[in-house]
């Protein structure tokens, strides 16, 4: 059975820095597929990045340049280092992963979800 486990969220400044970690289990390699989602409230859930177990990525449209994915293998940890952060970054983080598929999308996230992580902009 895959598990995620987030962490990391937190309260920060517009124009800061966070990081969220996802720890996954059994192994890293136990999924072929890994991502992030968020979803704000009264909105509808949305693929952030994914990272496949080649290094290959993919961003959505409103964070790439600001956001980037990675993977630290050994340690079976997805990361997300969020710079540039602004308001509307505000959500519930997920980590999302999937055994078949290679890539995630909104429409196809996986099967396999973490607890999620608040993270919240503000001045």
């Known amino acids: 059975q895959v598990q995620l486990v987030e962490s990391g969220g937190g309260l920060v400044q517009i124009g800061g820095s966070l990081t969220i970690s996802c720890v996954v289990s059994?192994?890293?390699?136990?999924?072929?597929?890994l991502g992030w989602y968020r979803q704000a409230p009264g909105e509808q859930r949305e693929l952030v990045a994914d990272i496949t177990n080649e290094g290959s990525t993919n961003y959505g449209d409103s964070v790439k340049g600001r956001f980037t994915i990675a993977r630290e293998n050994v340690k079976n940890m997805m990361y997300l280092h969020m710079n540039s952060l602004k308001p509307e970054d505000t959500a519930v983080y997920y980590c999302?992963?999937?055994?078949?598929?290679?890539?995630?999308?909104?429409?196809?996230?996986?099967?396999?979800w973490g607890q999620g992580t608040q993270v919240t902009v503000s001045s």
């Open positions: 999302n992963a999937d055994r078949e598929a290679r890539t995630l999308s909104t429409w196809y996230p996986g099967v396999y």
């Open positions: 059994p192994n890293i390699f136990s999924v072929n597929a």
